[in-house]
């Protein structure tokens, strides 16, 4: 189980972290991603990170803006998300798999997703 939370409302330019908790045995070994889907589109990659922390990849409009990282111990996946612009507001989910991946099908397990609202 999966659990995201850290959305809110921020002006652009800000900054938020995400969080996603798991529960379960299979998290240290599992890849976590970060998908987002804004209202009108479809769900879209964001940030994807191996099970040991030492594999990550961003989608293109993201990179050098936001950070993925993990804390097996306290099976949490964190993104930080720095200077926020409108086209980041979307519902974040975080998902997690045993395959290294940016496409959506490869992943089984998702959160419920939080909210992320950008004002300009």
């Known amino acids: 189980q999966l659990q995201a939370c850290g959305g809110g409302l921020v002006q652009a330019g800000n900054s938020l972290r995400l969080s996603c908790a798991a529960s379960g045995r299979t998290f240290s070994t599992s890849a976590v991603g970060w998908f987002r889907q804004a209202p009108g589109k479809e769900r879209e990659f964001v940030a994807v990170i191996s099970w040991s922390g030492g594999g990550t990849e961003y989608a293109d409009s993201v990179k050098g803006r936001f950070t993925i990282s993990r804390d097996n111990a306290k099976k949490t996946v964190y993104l930080q998300m720095n200077s926020l612009k409108p086209e980041d507001m979307a519902v974040y989910y975080c998902?997690?798999?045993?395959?290294?991946?940016?496409?959506?099908?490869?992943?089984?397990?998702w959160g419920q997703g939080t909210q992320v609202t950008v004002s300009s």
């Open positions: 998902t997690a798999g045993l395959r290294f991946s940016a496409t959506s099908d490869a992943y089984v397990y």
